[in-house]
């Protein structure tokens, strides 16, 4: 599993380029779905099963970034936008990798003056690519992704995009579990662009048409010191959700992922929280409506390059994913 994870968090993928991720997914699942097929968007649908019941699973595969939109006449540094919700006060000094291998340096103005304490706009950072010469290749239009390879420490897994590879590794070794037995017709859906406003999830299930659906994302904690007021505790389990700025979840899937935890004896909690939502929030809303929840992985430090899960968690999302998978459902 650790594995796994760390392929794909070092996977390059900022939104709107995730190739690179959809290509390592589609080599890992390969032989433990029945159909794959890429949508016009993007996204990579696997179906495992045939039964009468289709349960949509959708982990994002991008992750956030930036695109460079102007370069520096005369020091050749780099100007950018935002691809999904960057933390201003993390930006200074991190790594950016650019599709070719280019790594590049983010950078405040004046980082011992005013930008000590408090973060400027976006509009005045920039990136320095420079090498010593004045041939970078890097030019407007280029994407990137922040850069730092993953960590261990004991169950703890530190790296940039667990944000959402870990909700996709999650998606990946229920797939492996599964063995294609299942009563129902699972679509596993790789999403893109769900940094950016969830751009790919709603027209794959629009395409899917589920009758029921379960996002796998990573959710903040509240253990932290001075933490905000949020009870999901980093090892705690598997975190379902009640409740998110995009998403009420139905009362009978709460209640279908808890009996499951319950009876499994699966480690779990519950999520509640006043900022972010995922994939399901666009998937409730395709065609008629479909009734939708969200097992998180609990993670620290989300949108910075240090994101924090542990293992045992992943575990625990594993395990009741797998569960809820392989028996009936009454919904
Ligand atoms: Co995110
Ligand atoms: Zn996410």
Redesign the pocket.
Known sequence: MKDLIQKLVEVWGPSGYEHHVRALIQAEVQAFVDEMTVDALGNLICRVGSGPKKIMVAA?MDE?GIMVTFREPKTGYLRFANL??LIQTTLHGSRVRFEDGTVGVVAAPDAFGASRTTAPDLDSFYVDVSDGTDADSITPGSPAAFWRPMESRGSRLISKSM??RVGCAVAIETMRRLQKQTPHSLYFVFTVQ??VGIRGARPAAFSVEPDLAIAL??CPTGDEIQGERNVVKLGGGAAIKLQDTGLIVPPAVRDWMVDRAEADKIPYQFELIKA?TTDAAGIQIARAGVPSGCISIPCRY??TTSEMVDLGDVEACVGLLTGLLSHDVTI
Do not use: R, S
């Open positions: 994002h956030i999904g919700g944000d959402d769900e940094e994302d990573v972010g989300v949108h």
